[in-house]
């Protein structure tokens, strides 16, 4: 196996230790195929999640830049602002997040629990914002300000999936083959659930990279398509270009499934909360109502249609967005 060398970014210490890869002992037996689950759900910092490995980069290089400030973007539950205001206050940035007011839920607690209490516990400035457009804006209006104080604003994109960002996701893949090597084991398949990209795009380079076979299936959290293979093959391809990589890829390499997404991003449906209480009764492990329980879904569904084979391996990334389950007791 080829090996690479990312050295050259620099990164802050997020994450101690690869995160766990477990066998789901019960629910493997009762649908035939075996299932493993890799537990970045698990991560120490700030509840954890797929966020922290991209941000060891991002902020890694807002630390280069010299930045004051992080800004980041994100929906009013957002995982990634969550992780991002943590983490940025670890190391000592102002934070400001502009959260978007964007999925169509009236419930109190969306707007005063879960990942917005972590936030507020961190004392994260927050500007709500209805849409992306109106969020850049004021990111515009906001830097000015801050530098005109003499600040620095380093700005995170939404998810924090950039080419820099998915470099996060690069070093996963690496972790995976080895972690599958010490357990002896061959996994014909990872499924991870797909938002902003980075995670499946990283996932992508990393194999490309190694020169390994293992498939790669994302699914996507909301039904709309067209943007987020694209916008995945486009950082895919400019992470390459950061590994001082020659290939190119094409469309074919970073196909999104969006069967299982259900009505809309942050809306989940019935199935989808049929899955978290399955999961919770038979293993003891929380998906999330945004992403990982609609991707879970869509991974269950694939064994069910044999579009996944009896007797393959699975290994399944939980990205984490428990604190979500607390913004939606409507559901349980
Ligand atoms: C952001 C997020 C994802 C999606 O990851 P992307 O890299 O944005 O595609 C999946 N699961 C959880 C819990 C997340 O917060």
Request: with cysteine; hydrophobic share 40%; charged share 25%.
């Amino acid at each position: 196996m080829k090996r690479i060398n990312l050295k050259k970014y620099p990164k802050v210490k997020l994450i101690e230790q690869p995160s766990s890869i477990y066998h789901l002992k019960r629910i493997s037996k009762a649908v035939g195929v075996d299932i493993y689950i890799k537990r970045d759900d698990l991560f120490p910092v700030g509840f954890g999640g797929n966020k922290l490995r991209k941000l060891e980069y991002l902020l890694g290089e807002a630390e280069k830049q010299k930045a004051t400030h992080v800004f980041t973007v994100g929906a009013i539950q957002s995982n990634h602002a969550r992780m991002t205001a943590i983490a940025a206050k670890m190391f000592g940035f102002e934070i400001e997040l502009f959260l978007k007011k964007s999925v169509p839920v009236k419930e109190g607690s969306y707007f005063n629990n879960g990942n917005i209490i972590l936030n507020n516990i961190v004392n994260a400035t927050i500007h709500e914002v209805t849409d992306n457009e109106k969020a850049y804006r004021a990111i515009e209006e906001r830097k000015l300000t801050i530098e005109k104080e003499s600040g620095k604003v380093y700005v995170i994109p939404v998810g924090g999936s950039n080419a820099l960002g998915t470099l996060g996701y690069v070093d996963c893949y690496f972790e995976i083959i080895k972690q599958q090597n010490d357990m002896r084991l061959q996994f014909d398949l990872i499924a991870t659930a797909s938002g902003s990209g980075g995670t499946h795009g990283g996932l992508v380079v990393g194999k490309t990279l190694s020169e390994t076979k293992i498939n790669i299936k994302a699914y996507n959290v909301e039904p709309d398509q067209g943007e987020l293979a694209l916008h995945t093959l486009k950082i895919a391809n400019e992470a390459l270009e950061l590994c001082e990589s020659k290939i190119s890829l094409s469309a074919s390499d970073t196909v999104v499934s969006n069967e299982y997404s259900g009505t809309a991003y942050g809306i989940p449906s019935d199935f989808h909360i049929d899955t978290i209480k399955f999961l919770a009764k038979n293993e003891g492990i929380f998906l999330d109502p945004v992403y990982t329980s609609k991707a879970f879904t869509g991974l269950l569904m694939d064994i069910q249609n044999n579009v996944i084979k009896k007797g393959e391996k699975v290994l399944y990334i939980h990205t984490g967005g428990m604190p979500g389950i607390f913004a939606y007791p409507q559901y349980f």
